[in-house]
């Protein structure tokens, strides 16, 4: 199993990124996916999840409205939209999945939000 995150970046509030998630090493469609971030000093939140199908969403209350989760099961990848972006969304944010009982992690992608 390989999750690889990419897409993050230094920017300015009130802008937007849209994070990657590509996945590889299981049936990707089969599994949820979820979104996380650790800030400095900070312990690591939950921001979304998305369902195998992507009928099925969950959203963090600091994020929604602000953030959009999806997934193309055909590309083997999920998606972190976000928009409206605040400095204290400053994080390096993850994706991850659950296989077998057994939990996987990419290696992170940062998000800086600095004026």
């Known amino acids: 199993v390989q999750l690889v995150e990419c897409g993050g970046g230094m920017l300015q509030p009130g802008g937007s990124l849209r994070l990657s998630c590509a996945a590889s090493g299981f049936t990707f469609s089969t599994y949820l996916i979820r979104w996380y971030r650790q800030a400095p000093g900070k312990e690591r939140e939950l921001v979304a999840t998305i369902t195998n199908t992507g009928g099925n969403t969950y959203y963090a209350d600091s994020v929604k409205g602000r953030f959009t989760i999806s997934r193309d099961n055909a590309k083997n990848t999920a998606y972190l939209q976000m928009n409206s972006l605040k400095p204290e969304d400053t994080a390096a944010y993850y994706c991850?999945?659950?296989?077998?009982?057994?939990?996987?992690w990419g290696q992170g992608t940062q998000v800086t939000v600095s004026s």
């Open positions: 991850s999945t659950t296989v077998l009982g057994r939990n996987y």
